[in-house]
């Protein structure tokens, strides 16, 4: 079991778009969250990230970068052609100031360095919801 310092916030009329290939990554996430209440829906690609957010109302991203088919900068990219006020945080491997940089360029609305502390990942999406 993950345990965090702060109080869980309940988030149970949320709904985020976790956009992760990688099995132990997404139970990381879901681990995190599930005590927030929050609605999680899973995407494996930057394709079918995508096509999750034109099919519902999605309040916030979480999404890799590097993914199978297309990578999350063009993901972020087309997803805020649809939908420019919602929320991408990116979270990637790559922890140098430069990947964080094209994060943002590719819009990104923020940026998490795996691997991360589960407080740190509550206290982006607040900022962000």
């Known amino acids: ?3 965090t310092n702060s109080t869980k916030p309940d988030w149970h009329n949320k709904v985020f778009l976790v956009v992760e290939d990688e099995e132990h990554n997404y ?4 681990e995190i969250l599930k ?25 916030l991203i979480l999404m890799d970068i590097k993914l199978p088919e297309m990578d999350g900068y063009k993901a972020t990219m087309e997803i805020k052609k649809l939908k420019p006020s919602l ?4 979270q990637t491997a790559y922890a140098m100031e430069k990947e964080k940089a094209a994060c943002l360029k590719a819009g990104c609305d923020d940026y998490l360095a795996k691997p ?3 407080n740190k990942l ?7 919801i």
């Open 116 to 118: 991360y502390e589960p």
């Open 87 to 90: 929320p991408v945080i990116a």
């Open 35 to 59: 005590k927030t209440n929050a609605t999680l829906i899973r995407a494996e690609s930057g394709i079918t990230a995508i096509e999750s957010v034109k099919k519902q109302e999605i309040d």
């Open 122 to 128: 509550l206290e982006i999406i607040k900022k962000h």
């Open 1 to 3: 079991m993950i345990e």
């Open 27 to 30: 139970a990381y996430i879901h």
